[in-house]
């Protein structure tokens, strides 16, 4: 499974005005309920697991992957992605504040490892970084994305 496969459009938001690490992970697995990719309560599992594991989903300066376990409710492998008008502290002792978040939704343990494979080379890259960043809505956002990873195949 490719990263574009994971990807959903309407997923896809930009420059979201959201206070707290608790408002994010909500609107996040807000999208991926709306796209029907999981269920309701797939967002309290994403919260519960932070609350639990701490801010593990920091995995990079300014960048967090929330996601929880396959069983939580995922009912097909997906992936948002939300950026913040304002930077958010989720915990971190190294890589706070977080600007850009993905939510995943894994079907099991192996099918999207190709997905974030491919998703932390790009992560790696400033330019696509900055990319991300300076989109100032959701369709400049969804497009820049996609662009990049077709640019990249």
């Known amino acids: 499974m490719q990263l574009e ?3 959903i459009k309407n997923t896809i938001a930009a420059r979201l005005l959201l206070s707290t690490r608790e408002e994010i992970i909500q609107k996040a697995g807000e999208l991926l309920v709306e796209a029907d990719m999981v269920e309701p309560r797939y967002i309290q599992a994403m919260k ?6 701490g801010p593990y989903c920091v995995i990079a300066p300014g960048i967090a992957l929330l996601h929880a376990r396959p069983e ?8 948002s992605l939300i950026t913040l008008q304002y930077p958010v502290k989720f915990g971190h002792s ?8 993905f939510t995943l939704g894994a079907k099991d343990k192996q099918g999207h490892i190709e997905a974030l494979a491919e998703l932390a ?3 790696s890259k400033e330019k696509f970084l900055q990319m991300i960043r300076a989109c100032e809505n959701s369709q400049a956002l969804q497009k820049a994305i996609f662009d990049y990873i077709k640019s990249r195949k």
């Open 94 to 101: 190294t890589n706070d504040p977080v600007d850009i978040v």
């Open 72 to 79: 939580d409710g995922v009912k097909q492998a997906c992936l």
């Open 48 to 53: 519960r697991v932070l609350d639990e594991l």
């Open 5 to 7: 496969d994971l990807l």
């Open 121 to 123: 080379g790009y992560l």
